[in-house]
């Protein structure tokens, strides 16, 4: 079941505001920048980078992916490897708010959000 109005809202005022700490200064972020998407029941993260040979044109890259279980009332975390899948976040596989998630993405404690 996807969120409702009031939840959306939430999410996108906590996640915005996540979003906008880590965002690089002004003038890089032609070349680097964050963004947020929030469908069904997951809050995903990714950065935006232009194409090498083609700078006008943008790519997302996901990095961090929260997925919320109405039936256990948690969130799960996810990584996505190189092999460029979805994986359960080892360290802390599964948070009760989206603030926890957000918290353990900011921590990073095994490098794989960031690099």
Known sequence: MAFNDLE???????VGAFIEQIRPPG??????DFGFRITSQSIELFEIRPQWDKPK???EHSFAKATYVRTRDQWKIYWKRA????HGYEPAPHVRTVTDF???VKEDQYGCFYG
């Open 8 to 14: 959306r809202k939430r999410f996108q005022k906590l």
């Open 27 to 32: 003038h890089i972020r032609p070349q680097l």
């Open 57 to 59: 044109i943008k790519h």
């Open 83 to 86: 092999d460029l899948k979805w």
């Open 102 to 104: 957000l918290a353990v």
